[in-house]
């Protein structure tokens, strides 16, 4: 028995992962943002707590440049679809 052929995504799944591209981008630029001022500022300690901030820049570049590019090889229509 052969598996039945997948519908189309219809607008809203479309719209949706419009949405979970963008809010990664967002939140990968909220962390670098908190990582900087974590790095730079007095919020920690004073002189700024670079082995906080450092770390945490780097995962939020990494998640708002990465993220998007892998929930959109995820989300790629094969091709002969």
């Known amino acids: 028995m052969s598996p039945a052929p ?3 995504p ?3 799944v479309w ?3 419009f949405i979970t591209i ?4 967002i939140g990968g630029t909220i962390i670098v943002l908190v990582g900087l001022y974590l ?3 007095d919020g920690v300690r004073e002189g700024g707590a670079i082995e906080i ?9 990494a998640i708002s440049f990465l993220g998007p590019w892998y929930l959109a090889r995820k989300w790629r229509t094969p091709p002969g679809q």
Do not use: V, Y
């Open 53 to 61: 901030g450092l770390p945490m820049a780097l995962i939020g570049l």
């Open 39 to 41: 790095w730079h500022a």
């Open 22 to 25: 963008n809010l990664t981008r």
């Open 6 to 8: 997948q519908l189309p």
């Open 15 to 17: 719209r949706n992962r």
């Open 10 to 12: 219809d607008d809203t």
